[in-house]
RNA sequence: GCGUCCGUAGCUCAGUCGGAUAGAGCAACGGCCUUCUAAGCCGUGGGUCGUGCGUUCGAAUCGCACCGGUCGCACCA
């Protein structure tokens, strides 16, 4: 049984107890919290439980506390304390600690891994680039989150589908196919002038180069619709590809890659006409109107334009409901903070079509701004100037990128110190926590030299040194950890777990050895740095981050 | 003007469904390698939690106003 459940039942009975004796006056229990203090002089856990119940039961917090600590007991507990204002702090039997490090060892690889979760599926959608040119720093943090949000959910029993759209239909595909049109002309000597929306990247020119040493000059003959056609379609396979390659390269891969195309016209129709009957869409000027300030937006929205053309929400619309008609009971969207003005227009179309608009949640990224030598790093998308994630991970390597992408929280804009994320020392994060690794895994090696094993149960007792006790509760964390990170969707706390995790690792390593301290002790501490080990790989594994044997 | 997010130590950030002397890393200063990786450890100093008012027994945390920064406010995607 878990302690904190443990706890958690003894602090409701010692309540209900003090109500039938008379103390308390009959009222509802407010919700137990329990937390560990701040101080370890506190204990091991410590509830605010009295001074939240002094209101329903008119008594002073400390009184309150006296008669709950009278009536709780239990053979895990050694004593308890009233402290502060009224906080009850609990000091357990040390063999409770023992205990349920011995579970977690027996969970072995397992552990970090929680049951199933009872809730429909989950669907995160993140990226979600235009394929008309190279992934930037920017959607470098999107892929990393989304990805990391996507292994953490999965951690904690959720069922996830991960998808990537596809937005290959449109003005910026036809530019697309328009811009490889001019390098195309331009490369053969033809007069050609550049699309006014046009890519100048030179990933384009590329693409019409090897248009032409794969096909020569033959599209020259075509009409220029027909070969536009034809350049969108060869322009589209190569992006996509290098977007994946990209994506791969940084340790992201989707279940799912949608095609915004296979939403024209039928399913952006089927929408439109569920809105239209019932009332949520209206004709002016010519053009159809969603009726968004019904639910909560500035204005009303154009869907479809008095030419017949739907605008982008129109596909957003049709998207979002096939979303939602698969059956996900929560879809998750990562989008960039330069895109907020666009949440509350697809949660009201969302509302309109009657579905819950709660059940979208739409996760803003906060910008990326580079740093080298301790200068902002310009980027100017206009000119094609920006950092491009391809560049990046050459620059400072795929881990270092995943890793500082995903340490802020997701609203906090992100100052990433390039040369910090080079550099190879234990003022860069991720290399911290790797070196733990590879420390505990040098360990091993050398103890299978020595024939040192971990036997099948361990003399955990021995484990006294507070830096031992320290290690194993921090450990004992983790699964909690996975549960709590996972629903408040924020990977950047498994970051954070994991360096505080390395460094209770390191300050044990620096104060115990393990080879030569006698046969029993040998072989508890080799349990204890072995799981050390194994939810260091579990939480950078979620991270999308390698855990190094060797470094 | 309206909206988003941010404002905590010199720097980068935790802590925010209210609770015990506000934490970490870097930077500064001082120690620790004849023993499992010093990419490590230990220690010292450093904070009006942007400002004001309010709610509360209690506010970095909640509310209101203001200040500073950020991103956005299309029949573009």
């Known amino acids: 049984m878990d302690i904190k459940v443990t706890l958690t039942e003894a602090i409701e009975q010692a309540a209900e107890k003090a109500i039938a004796d008379g103390v308390f006056a009959k009222a509802e229990l407010p919700l137990v919290v329990l937390e560990i203090p701040p101080q370890r002089e506190f204990g091991d856990f410590a509830t605010n439980f009295a001074m939240q119940s002094a209101r329903v039961f008119h008594m002073a917090p400390r009184r309150i506390a006296e008669a709950l600590a009278e009536r709780i007991q239990g053979d895990w507990l050694d004593h308890v304390q009233i402290a502060g204002p009224g906080f009850i702090n609990f000091y357990l039997k040390s063999n409770v600690l023992y205990d349920t490090f011995a579970r977690i060892l027996e969970q072995g690889e397992n552990y970090g891994i929680l049951p199933a979760k009872d809730v429909p599926r989950i669907q995160v959608e993140y990226v979600s680039a235009n394929p008309t040119g190279p992934l ?197 969207n990562i989008w960039g903070a330069d895109h907020h003005g666009y949440v509350c227009r697809v949660k009201a179309a969302m509302a309109a079509l009657g579905y819950n608009p709660d059940n979208l949640e739409v996760l803003l990224l906060q910008m990326v701004s580079l740093y080298r030598g301790g200068e902002l790093v310009k980027m100017s998308k206009r000119t094609g100037q920006s950092v491009t994630l391809a560049e990046l991970i050459e620059e400072v390597g795929t881990d270092a990128a995943r890793y500082f992408f995903i340490m802020r929280s997701l609203d906090s804009q992100l100052d990433f110190d390039l040369d910090l994320a080079k550099s190879q020392s234990n003022d860069n994060p991720v290399y911290y926590i790797q070196y733990a690794h590879a420390r505990i895994a040098s360990i091993f090696r050398q103890a299978r030299e020595t024939g040192l094993a971990v036997g099948p149960s361990p003399k955990l007792s021995l484990l006294t040194d507070a830096m031992e006790i320290s290690l194993i509760k921090k450990i004992g964390e983790y699964a909690e950890e996975v549960d709590k990170a996972a629903a408040e969707y924020a990977p950047q706390r498994i970051a954070r777990y994991a360096y505080e995790l390395a460094g209770e690792f390191h300050s044990f390593y620096n104060k115990c050895r393990i080879m030569g301290v006698g046969q029993e002790l040998a072989e508890a501490r080799l349990a204890l740095v072995g799981s050390t080990a194994q939810v260091i790989r579990h939480a950078l594994g979620i991270l999308g981050v390698s855990a190094p044997e060797k470094m």
């Open 136 to 332: 930037h720093v920017g959607h470098g943090r999107g892929a990393a989150t989304g990805s990391a949000l996507v292994n953490l959910l999965r951690a904690a029993g959720y069922s996830v589908q991960s998808e990537y759209y596809i937005n290959d239909a449109g003005n910026q595909i036809d530019n697309l196919a328009a811009s490889v049109n001019a390098r195309y002309m331009e490369l053969l000597g033809k007069e050609s002038d550049f699309p006014e929306n046009g890519y100048h990247g030179a990933d384009i020119v590329d693409t019409a180069r090897r248009i032409i040493k794969k096909d020569g000059e033959k599209y020259l003959a075509m009409p220029e619709q027909e070969r536009l056609a034809v350049f969108k379609e060869r322009a589209l396979q190569e992006k996509l590809a290098a977007l994946r390659e990209d994506l791969e390269a940084f340790n992201v891969t989707y279940d799912v890659w949608f095609s915004e195309r296979t939403l024209h016209p039928d399913a952006v129709h089927e929408a439109c006409d569920i809105l239209k009957k019932n009332g949520n869409m209206y004709e002016k000027d010519g053009a159809f109107w969603l009726k968004s300030t019904a639910y909560g937006d500035d204005k009303d929205r154009v869907v479809i334009r008095d030419n017949g053309v739907p605008t982008y929400l129109a596909a957003d619309i049709a998207y979002h409901r096939n979303k939602f008609e698969r059956g996900f009971g929560k879809v998750i």
